[in-house]
């Protein structure tokens, strides 16, 4: 028999509760730094040793912390879900956790790419420099979807999300575009999930009001009782 699908949009939130930390927690900052200056191509161009130091700093942050419960309970959805994470995190929390199928919608921490060849990739866990060059030589770059850059992965998300039975967003604000207008792609019988200490809800939701489930509280509490729940049901969510 084939499995229901589960599409799960994760945000800051779920990330932050293993100590990884986000500029939108404090007046715009990203660890003390105008996220124009080290989030977006302009940045880059101006300043690209604040920018490699910003994320070799973020990188060795992110090999000191480890995923949390939130991030282990999803795994467990794959016992009896095709169960597809779309992230806005650029940590590899939810790999380390152990889930199979992951989307990520702004990049990935633990990569690089070529300047020159942007499909050219590395996997990088150490500290990248401005001599660091791909195998046809051009220089590298944090491997991070800037602001003002295309998102490569949104059609991905909005296939997976076009086929879901259930759907379930995890520790973020839905305000911030494209991602957060990813459950207008939501078939209109699937359920949502929505666990946040504070949810906001966009124009999106509201139109999807009627199938909407808000759980207000932190992901490691919460993820819990959603999983359990699903694992346990029956009948259709």
Same mark, same amino acid.
């Given at each position: 028999?084939?499995?229901?699908?589960?599409? *799960?949009?994760?945000?800051?939130?779920?990330?932050?509760?293993?100590?990884?930390?986000?500029?939108?927690?404090?007046?715009?900052?990203?660890?003390?730094?105008?996220?124009?200056?080290?989030?977006?191509?302009?940045?880059?161009?101006?300043?690209?040793?604040?920018?490699?130091?910003?994320?070799?700093?973020?990188?060795?942050?992110?090999?000191?912390?480890?995923?949390?419960?939130?991030?282990?309970?999803?795994?467990?959805?794959?016992?009896?879900?095709?169960?597809?994470?779309?992230?806005?995190?650029?940590?590899?929390?939810?790999?380390?956790?152990?889930?199979?199928?992951?989307?990520?919608?702004?990049?990935?921490?633990?990569?690089?790419?070529?300047?020159?060849?942007?499909?050219?990739?590395?996997?990088?866990?150490?500290?990248?420099?401005?001599?660091?060059?791909?195998?046809?030589?051009?220089?590298?770059?944090?491997?991070?979807?800037?602001?003002?850059?295309?998102?490569?992965?949104?059609?991905?998300?909005?296939?997976?999300?076009?086929?879901?039975?259930?759907?379930?967003?995890?520790?973020?604000?839905?305000?911030?575009?494209?991602?957060?207008?990813?459950?207008?792609?939501?078939?209109?019988?699937?359920?949502?999930?929505?666990?946040?200490?504070?949810?906001?809800?966009?124009?999106?939701?509201?139109?999807?009001?009627?199938?909407?489930?808000?759980?207000?509280?932190?992901?490691?509490?919460?993820?819990?009782?959603? *999983?359990?729940?699903?694992?346990?049901?029956?009948?259709?969510?």
């Amino acid at each position: 028999m084939k499995k229901r699908k589960i599409c *799960v949009l994760t945000g800051a939130g779920i990330s932050a509760e293993s100590g990884i930390k986000t500029f939108r927690d404090a007046d715009g900052l990203w660890e003390g730094h105008d996220v124009m200056e080290v989030a977006t191509p302009e940045g880059w161009h101006k300043n690209r040793d604040l920018v490699l130091k910003f994320y070799n700093d973020r990188r060795r942050q992110l090999l000191r912390v480890s995923p949390n419960d939130a991030h282990k309970d999803l795994v467990r959805l794959e016992q009896k879900y095709e169960t597809v994470i779309i992230t806005q995190n650029v940590d590899d929390l939810h790999e380390r956790a152990g889930s199979s199928n992951i989307i990520h919608l702004h990049g990935e921490l633990m990569k690089v790419r070529s300047e020159q060849y942007p499909q050219v990739i590395y996997h990088w866990t150490g500290d990248l420099s401005p001599e660091d060059r791909c195998d046809q030589g051009s220089s590298l770059r944090p491997h991070i979807v800037w602001f003002g850059e295309d998102v490569p992965m949104l059609g991905a998300a909005v296939s997976a999300i076009q086929t879901a039975d259930i759907v379930m967003i995890i520790g973020t604000s839905m305000q911030v575009y494209p991602a957060a207008g990813l459950t207008a792609y939501a078939p209109p019988s699937a359920s949502i999930y929505y666990i946040d200490p504070k949810p906001q809800i966009n124009h999106e939701l509201h139109q999807q009001s009627d199938r909407l489930h808000i759980i207000s509280g932190t992901a490691v509490k919460n993820v819990k009782v959603v *999983v359990e729940r699903l694992l346990t049901s029956s009948s259709t969510e």
